[in-house]
């Protein structure tokens, strides 16, 4: 193959097979995207050659296997996008040495482990970060809270187990939040923390809690969280108490879906009227 080849684009065409063995030699490749195929098998050890790699995309493909454990040698990693695959095991933690990290996304693959043992402090750059649908465990690490360029975070459909906590304010660019499918506590506390998250205009809380209730009053005198919240999302966790009285003062609101829970009306129209 070509020895002084920087970029590899083949994205979205009928390639299948296995990754060829000579790109592994090709140590000036700086980007491999090769999304939208039907390529498969392990992503090898070789590719631990490709230290200048800033970019590697093999989105909807049929990879499978583990990744590479000394991962983090890939220090200059920009872009990891790995997300609709059938890879396994646990994220290799040297993955935490890739310091330039700005995207992050394993979504929707078989990924296991438990996400407080995960070090994302020296993540500074990372913007987005996506572990849909895998299959994590433990708490939110709260060593993501470091990583204060991150504007967006899924961990949507793991087996989480946390409370929303105050540190998610210094997140000051966070704009989506999905917490859904997992087992959260406190849905009081997943409310009125991320309220005060001025950027925030995403926030899924569907399918995490179990019968708890939701507080009808946040303070409506002088209310002025969730400045920007555009989608609100709390169905199917069973959730009891009157219908919010703060939701209408959710100005910038277009999505809200209460589905599959025991709301009963609030008492007082006039909140409602009036806003």
Not at 53 to 63: G, K, R, S, V
Not at 112 to 122: A, I, Q, R, T, V
Not at 159 to 184: A, G, H, M, T, V
Not at 254 to 260: D, F, I, Q
């Amino acid at each position: 193959m070509c020895s002084k080849l920087k970029v590899f684009c083949a994205g979205n065409n009928n390639l299948s097979g296995t990754l060829p063995e000579d790109m592994y030699n090709i140590t000036t490749l700086e980007q491999i995207s090769l999304p939208l195929n039907s390529l498969y098998g392990v992503l090898r050890d070789g590719i631990l050659n490709l230290t200048n790699l800033a970019i590697h995309d093999l989105h909807f493909n049929q990879f499978s296997g583990v990744l590479p454990l000394h991962f983090g040698k890939l220090s200059k990693l920009k872009l990891l996008l790995l997300h609709f695959n059938n890879l396994k095991g646990s994220l290799p933690p040297s993955l935490m040495n890739c310091t330039r990290l700005i995207q992050l996304n394993v979504g929707v693959n078989h990924f296991e482990g438990d996400l407080s043992m995960y070090n994302f402090s020296k993540l500074g750059r990372l913007r987005k970060l996506d572990l849909l649908k895998n299959q994590f465990t433990g708490t939110f690490p709260t060593s993501l809270y470091s990583c204060k360029s991150l504007k967006a975070i899924r961990p949507t459909a793991n087996d989480i187990e946390e409370q929303i906590q105050p540190e998610i304010l210094s997140l000051k660019s966070l704009s989506y939040l999905s917490l859904s499918f997992n087992r959260l506590t406190n849905i009081t506390g997943a409310i009125k923390i991320p309220m005060h998250c001025n950027s925030l205009i995403f926030l899924s809380l569907g399918s995490s809690f179990e019968e708890e209730e939701v507080p009808a009053d946040l303070g409506m005198a002088d209310f002025d969280g969730f400045q920007n919240l555009r989608f609100l999302d709390l169905r199917n966790n069973e959730v009891t108490g009157q219908i919010p009285i703060w939701l209408s003062k959710l100005k910038k609101l277009e999505v809200l879906n209460p589905n599959s829970n025991k709301f009963t009306r609030a008492n007082s129209k006039s909140a409602w009227d009036s806003s």
